[in-house]
Structures are given as structure tokens and as C-alpha cells.
């Protein structure tokens, strides 16, 4: 841990007023959390000629014209082999979060990011209501992190908990549940059952639902084979790792396979059909940030540029780079209803550059760039597979703009939410919602699949057993929480 420029950090991110945010940590567990110093101040273009507009930051009026003529444009690849935090570059935004998040060296995955194990499973039946479980779970996870103390103990652990995890195995069993009745309508007896799991955490699915499969159907879990496809190392170890933990799991070991890559590094075929789960996965997908001349309606790309101090400032630029030209293009041929603008409805749009609005700009709206390349991926190297993600629709505590990301540190087991994407980088966790109705038909234009949106409830009662889940006054806390979630499925 660089502990000098992380005390610094956390003594300013300290300084100021507390505010609440509960992603990620269970309700009941969630404590006291930070607004960051950093403000965003309203961008000054130059010239209406200027291609590149740029964002002063509150503590930094600095002109950063020179600086961004001279410095290269990087992408999170190149800076892969990289073990200092890039300075004198500028990177498009999709490029910063992914780099932030997934640098091998300095990557928030690659080093503090911990996923809540509860241990035994917990058993509903004995417990009372909803608030009995929040404690309950409370108390698990303080002893969970008590216990990694222990044996190494860490201010800056980034311990998050995911439905997988809470309410394990049932969870794992209801997905499994959906993939073995959908497996016997249309692929049995002629073809095996694959699964890839892209972003496995702990690997508790995988395990969840191999013992199922086992459990109640021993001829299809003869034809099984479960793939992982994991980018961090030390998670996929970790998966291993609890693959071989028991006499139990180890039984599944010639079904597995971890494969310890990107998915966008994937460059296999697939011909067989397939099952393709995405839990969780989506939100921490490198998204563009656009935003919009409130005159003349055109988008602008946003990017940072790193001065030679390692300060961010933000920057606009006038020219779209493919990709994201791309995502606003097959959104606006492939909607099948309006969908949201920063720009509001059309109606009130001239009014936003009239006094006393008089906003040059809209607020940026994050795009999901990456999760288009996704999709990509399934369509060149997987024609046959049918998708399962779950994700989150909508996320409390935001940074500013639409469908824009939660960035969260966790220090000394309190939770701290920022106001930008554009910090220190490994430290901060950068998830984003999805808009399912959106990503749903960017799905269907690019794969040609048909598909189904459900809200985690509706999945939930139609494939748990939702006694396992309930309380002793019959609450249930699997269907009712996780109201911001949705799930994607191919049919
Ligand atoms: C929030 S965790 C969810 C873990 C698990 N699915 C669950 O629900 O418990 C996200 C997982 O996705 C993995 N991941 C993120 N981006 C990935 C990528 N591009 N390719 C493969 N795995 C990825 C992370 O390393 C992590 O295992």
C-alpha cells in the first residue's frame, strides 16, 4: 500500500460533511461516508472553433491548453505493463475508469478488493423478520473482516458484498434452476450443457449451481462443464482455491475450467450453444461521458488529462472517437421507445441556453461504450450462447449526470462516495447503473437475439423456491431487496 499519498488523500476526503450511500454494503452495515473536496466548475470554451474544451477543477484553475496539445492519448491497454500511475497523458473516460479499475499494478481489482463470504449459509427459518437479518448480516460481516484483520490487517480494504454471496446457495440454485429447465427444453439430449461465467468473484456461483445440477439431476451434470472467465488473478486463484477446498467441491474439478482473461481479450469460437452468465458484471464496464451544446444539440466527448503533478482535469472534445460515435448511433437506429437525454424532453430544450438557465452545457450522460464491445465479443465468438446478467438499474449516491457511475473508496470500514470518476486511480471503486430498456435493444441490434427484461422480483418468483428465503413472519428478504436490479435474457 503507497501509505503516504493514501493518508494524504483520506485526510482531505475527511475534511468534509458526511453524506449517506448504501451500495455494496449491506443497508444495515452502511456508516458514516464523505463528499469529496473536488468540484465540478462549469466548462469555458475558449471559441466556438475550439475542439477541445476543458473543465477546471476548484482547487486547480490552471489552463491545461499547452499541456493537452503536447501530451499523447493513451488507452488503459497500453498502460497495462505500467507500474506508476500514468502522468502527462490524456485518456477518453472509458479508457481512465478501465485502467482505474483493472490496472494489473495499481488496479482497484488488483489489490484491496475483497467479496463478503457469510460463511454457513443462513437459515430463514430461524430468523425472525427483515431487521433480525440486517443484524445478523451486520454481525457476519464484522466478523468476516475481524477475521482478515487478523491475519493482515488493511485501512483501505474494499470489502463488498453481492446477492451471490447473502443469499448463497439459493440464489446460485434459482439461476440454476433457469439454466437446467431451459437446457432440457431446447439443447437435451443432443448437446451438453456449457456455462461460461464471465466475473465469478469467489466462485460461489459456479459451486452453487454444479451442486445443484448434481443434486437433482445427476444425467445433466454428467454433460456439464462450467467456464469461468475471470480478469483479476487473484481472484480467479481464489476460485480455484475454493474448488479444491473440500471433499465436496472438489468433485467438480474436472468440470471446471478457470481461464484468467479479459473478456475482451477472448479470441476463441465458440460453435456450441452455451449459457453466458453476467452477474454483477456490467457495472464495472468502462463507459464514455457525453455531453451536450444546449444551442445546437451536438455531443462532446469527455476525457482527463494528468498534468505532471498526477492533478486531473476534465476536457471536452468536439470530435467523437469511433466508439463512442458508434454506441449513439446504434442506440438511436435500434430504440424501440424514447430514451432518456441530458438534454431533457424536447419540448423544453430551446429554453436551457435562455437566461436565467443560460447553460452552455448539459450535464454529461455516461454511455456504456464497453458493454456494446461485450456484446461484440458474444456475437463474433459466441453466435450460439444465450445471455443471463443481472445489474443494477439504478444507483443512490451518484456523480452528477445521467446514468452516471457511484465512485466509493471504503476506509478504515467506513464507506466515502466522491462527486467525479477522475481520481486517485486503484483506489475507488467506479460502478454505473444500466438502463436495461436501452442496453436490451443495443443487445438485439448487435447479436440479432431475441430477449426478455425482468426485475430481480419477477425472476426471483418465477424461478426460486422462495420458502428457503423467508423470514419467520414471512418477509423475504432475497425478493424484496435488490429492488434496483433488473436481469437481461436471450430466448
Ligand atoms: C462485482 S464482482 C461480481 C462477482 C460475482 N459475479 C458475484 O455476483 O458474486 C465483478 C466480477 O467481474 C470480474 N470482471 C470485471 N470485468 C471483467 C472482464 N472484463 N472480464 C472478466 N471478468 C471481469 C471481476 O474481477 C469480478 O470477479
Redesign the pocket.
Known amino acids: 500500500m503507497d501509505s503516504p499519498v493514501l493518508n494524504q488523500m483520506f485526510r482531505q476526503l475527511f475534511r468534509h460533511p458526511a453524506c449517506q450511500s448504501l451500495r455494496r454494503s449491506p443497508p444495515s452495515l452502511s456508516r458514516q461516508t464523505r463528499t469529496f473536496l473536488t468540484r465540478r466548475t462549469p466548462a469555458k470554451p475558449k471559441s466556438q472553433d475550439d475542439a477541445m474544451l476543458w473543465t477546471k477543477r476548484g482547487d486547480y484553475p490552471k489552463n491545461i491548453e499547452e499541456e493537452y496539445k503536447l501530451y499523447p492519448t493513451v488507452t488503459a491497454k497500453e498502460l497495462q505493463n505500467r507500474r506508476e500511475r500514468p502522468r502527462q497523458v490524456k485518456m477518453l473516460t472509458r479508457e481512465f475508469t478501465d485502467d482505474s479499475l ?1 490496472n494489473p499494478h495499481y488496479g482497484y ?1 488488483s489489490k484491496h478488493a475483497t ?1 463478503f463470504h457469510p460463511g454457513e449459509p443462513f437459515d430463514f427459518s430461524r430468523i425472525e423478520d427483515e431487521p433480525a437479518f440486517h443484524r445478523l448480516l451486520g454481525q457476519r460481516y464484522t466478523e468476516f473482516e475481524d477475521l482478515l484483520d487478523e491475519v493482515k490487517p488493511d485501512v483501505a480494504r474494499q470489502l ?1 458484498h ?4 447473502i443469499f448463497r446457495p439459493y440464489y446460485g440454485e434459482t439461476i440454476a434452476r433457469y439454466l437446467v429447465s431451459n437446457y432440457k427444453l431446447t439443447l437435451y439430449p443432443y448437446h451438453d450443457l456449457i456455462i461460461y461465467e ?5 466462485g ?2 459456479m459451486l452453487n449451481i454444479l451442486d445443484f445440477i448434481r443434486d437433482t439431476d445427476y444425467e445433466v451434470y454428467q454433460r456439464t462443464k462450467y467456464k469461468i ?4 488473478p487473484a ?1 480467479a486463484d481464489l476460485q480455484m482455491k475454493n474448488l479444491l477446498d473440500t471433499l465436496n467441491s472438489k468433485g467438480h474439478r474436472d468440470r471446471v475450467e478457470i481461464i484468467n482473461r ?3 481479450e477472448w479470441d476463441t469460437y465458440v460453435h456450441s450453444p452455451c449459457f453466458f452468465l453476467a ?3 456490467f457495472d ?2 468502462g463507459h464514455d461521458s457525453i455531453r451536450y451544446d444546449t444551442k445546437t444539440e451536438l455531443p462532446q466527448q469527455g476525457g482527463v488529462l494528468i498534468d505532471a503533478d498526477g492533478e486531473f482535469h476534465e476536457f471536452y472534445h468536439t470530435q467523437l472517437d469511433p466508439v463512442a460515435a458508434r454506441f449513439l448511433r446504434v442506440r438511436q437506429a435500434a430504440a424501440r421507445r424514447p430514451y432518456p437525454s441530458p438534454l431533457g424532453p424536447r419540448l423544453l430544450r430551446g429554453l436551457r441556453s435562455m437566461p436565467p438557465f443560460g447553460n452552455d452545457y448539459t450535464l454529461p450522460e455516461y454511455i456504456p461504450t464497453r458493454l456494446m464491445q461485450f456484446f461484440d465479443v458474444l456475437n463474433q465468438y459466441f453466435p450460439a450462447h444465450r445471455l443471463l446478467a443481472s445489474d443494477f438499474s439504478s444507483l443512490p449516491d451518484a456523480v452528477p449526470g445521467l446514468n452516471a457511475p457511484v465512485v466509493q473508496t471504503r476506509y478504515q470500514r467506513q464507506t466515502i462516495p466522491v462527486s467525479t470518476p477522475f481520481v486517485h486511480q486503484g483506489y475507488f471503486d467506479i460502478f454505473y447503473p444500466t438502463d436495461f430498456n436501452v442496453v436490451e435493444d443495443v443487445y438485439r441490434a448487435v447479436t440479432g437475439k431475441l430477449t426478455q427484461v425482468a426485475t430481480h422480483e419477477e425472476f426471483m418468483n418465477r424461478w426460486a423456491y422462495i420458502e428457503d428465503t423467508e423470514t419467520r413472519n414471512g418477509e423475504n428478504p432475497m425478493l424484496t431487496w435488490y429492488k434496483n436490479t433488473s436481469m437481461l435474457m436471450t430466448v
Open positions: 483493472y481489482f467479496i463488498w453481492t446477492l451471490t454471496e464471465m466475473g465469478a468473484g469467489n460461489t456461483m472467465i475471470e480478469i483479476s481472484l479479459s473478456i475482451f452477474l454483477e458484471v464495472n464496464f
